[in-house]
């Protein structure tokens, strides 16, 4: 009950909250300034050579934790979300509200806790009003970086809005490990006692929950996900994507998990970025659901992602703009080192898109003309780019075949054969057909062309083989964007359904061929073979007997 009458005084104006408790000071929608500054005087983040606010986590928040993530079952929910995804955890709206309350209980003792009024979505008919409540004026930063302001209601009319009615509340307790007391039975066991890290949501009441971990990721992708489940309703295809137009304003979108390509890729000099990572498809088009960069660092530089290291690390240098970096190797002069996996593969960068020099200030864009599946193949063998027919492509989205790279979860140290369906599986918890056939239905209509390109290994698989060159892979992409691969001969691989160019322009021709890439052609074949098998296996046991045949028989070792 005090869970949700807090709840509605959040709602209310922040006079009102500030009346909670006479010991916190509330600060409402702090300007970027004071967050910095508050930043570094509640010594969450040091100040790096270059300007960036560096912080470090401990190992068990550097990644996201999908098997500590809950979803409310009740209402409506109870039919949407798919239940037997692995990624979909249970909760009961009883243990949420004693969750929602042991945060309120803690987030009301805190000196001071900052609250934001944001908006997730680039189109105002689909936006999403967010309430973003924490202690930590770091994960306050975060959210100002990576959500839009809200639209202005004097330019605007709010009635447009399909989610106007009620906000999404997000509490975000980083430093504050659950007390378990009150959850035994309840919660997943680790080592003997219930894990103190959790994210929860409930997507009737709109609230969410982000309490003892302080991996910055888990406030996006909470979003994320709630976004993953509302839009379906409304016509509205969501997508883990980045999104670019190039210089005749046609619209392309990379589709892929983390660590995949998408914002190297999307970062092109002839490119302007509509958005990094996660996107929307409606009837007016694309539009970002973001408002920054979440880019992984590892091993970048300034070859390869010139405009990605100019954003965090370049001319802004020595002026604190209130750049994140997390869990990267800096050195007592404040120094960093990129190429220092010690701490984990998954080092981030959190910008505002605005530092990019390329960017579309509307961060909308027309239906998309190309498609891009990005997977990283860890096995070696798929072809670095392949054009798919419809259904080909239907198949590879619902299967979302890419490698779980190390760092993007806690417990991943290196890359893992993975299907993700919709290449995002843990934040698309609907039922397959919900987004299957709106992609289906938008495809289709606009006649986007879609390819699959490999951005994982060749010559072997990891371990043997090595990593695809980004220059190799960059002129792929640029050839399908331009539609220069429109008028070169294919072959068919019969193995993976896939059909393949035997030339591109520029490109020597062996580099296409992934079996020509091995020394050994019988081990090729065994790999291969096994991969198929693992798709079809896959297949049957997640999707058999529910997909039309004409999108069945176009998966691998079928």
Request: net charge negative; charged share 20%; hydrophobic share 40%.
């Amino acid at each position: 009950m005090f869970a949700r009458i807090l709840l509605r005084l959040l709602m209310m104006s922040p006079l009102t909250l500030r009346r909670l408790e006479s010991n916190t000071r509330l600060i409402a929608n702090p300007s970027r300034q004071t967050m910095i500054d508050d930043v570094m005087n509640a010594r969450e983040a040091i100040v790096t050579k270059t300007g960036a606010l560096a912080a470090w986590f401990p190992s068990t928040d550097t990644g996201r934790i999908p098997k500590d993530t809950y979803i409310v079952k009740h209402g409506p929910s109870v039919e949407a979300v798919d239940w037997t995804s692995p990624n979909a955890h249970p909760m009961t709206p009883e243990m949420f509200d004693c969750l929602f309350d042991q945060a309120l209980e803690i987030l009301s003792a805190k000196r001071k806790l900052y609250v934001l009024d944001r908006s997730v979505g680039a189109q105002e008919q689909y936006a999403l009003p967010l309430k973003v409540m924490t202690d930590s004026p770091l994960t306050s930063l975060f959210a100002d970086t990576m959500f839009r302001p809200c639209f202005d209601r004097a330019q605007h009319d709010s009635s447009k809005s399909v989610f106007a009615d009620q906000p999404f509340t997000l509490l975000v307790l980083p430093h504050d490990p659950l007390r378990t007391e009150n959850f035994e039975g309840e919660l997943r066991i680790e080592h003997g006692a219930i894990v103190p890290r959790v994210v929860a949501m409930d997507m009737e009441r709109r609230m969410g929950i982000v309490l003892g971990t302080k991996y910055l990721g888990a406030v996006k992708k909470t979003l994320f996900t709630a976004m993953n489940h509302l839009l379906p309703d409304h016509g509205v295809l969501p997508l883990h994507c980045s999104a670019v137009s190039d210089n005749c304003g046609e619209t392309h979108l990379f589709l892929g998990l983390s660590g995949t390509g998408k914002t190297t890729l999307s970062t092109a000099a002839n490119l302007s970025l509509i958005g990094d990572d996660e996107h929307l498809w409606s009837s007016d088009g694309i539009a970002n659901i973001e408002n920054g960069c979440y880019a992984k660092l590892i091993r970048l530089s300034t070859e390869k992602e010139p405009q990605i290291y100019e954003a965090a690390f370049g001319s802004r240098s020595n002026v604190t703009n209130g750049v994140i970096i997390e869990n990267t190797m800096v050195y007592p002069d404040g120094s960093v080192d990129l190429d220092d996996d010690r701490l984990t593969e998954n080092s981030r960068a959190a910008y505002p898109l605005s530092f990019l020099e390329n960017t579309v200030p509307s961060a909308t864009g027309s239906h998309p003309q190309t498609i891009l599946f990005l997977t990283a193949d860890a096995e070696g063998v798929l072809p670095p780019i392949s054009k798919l027919t419809l259904h080909q492509a239907l198949l590879w989205f619902l299967m979302g075949y890419t490698s779980k790279l190390a760092g993007t979860e806690t417990g991943v140290i290196e890359p893992q054969p993975n299907f993700s369906r919709f290449f995002g599986a843990p934040f698309m918890l609907r039922r397959p057909h919900d987004y299957l056939d709106l992609f289906q239905k938008f495809v289709t209509a606009h006649g986007s062309d879609i390819y699959l390109v490999n951005t994982g290994w060749a010559g072997g698989p990891y371990g043997v083989g090595k990593r695809m060159d980004i220059s190799l892979t960059r002129s792929l992409v640029t050839s399908a964007l331009t539609g220069a691969l429109e008028s070169v001969p294919y072959r068919e691989d019969r193995r993976f359904h896939l059909f393949v160019p035997e030339s591109c322009p520029g490109i020597d021709p062996m580099l296409l061929n992934p079996e020509r890439q091995w020394s050994d052609r019988d081990a090729y074949a065994r790999r291969a073979d096994a991969l198929a098998a693992k798709f079809a296996a896959t297949f049957e046991k997640n999707f058999g007997g529910t997909v039309a045949e004409e999108i069945a028989r176009e998966c691998p070792g079928r």
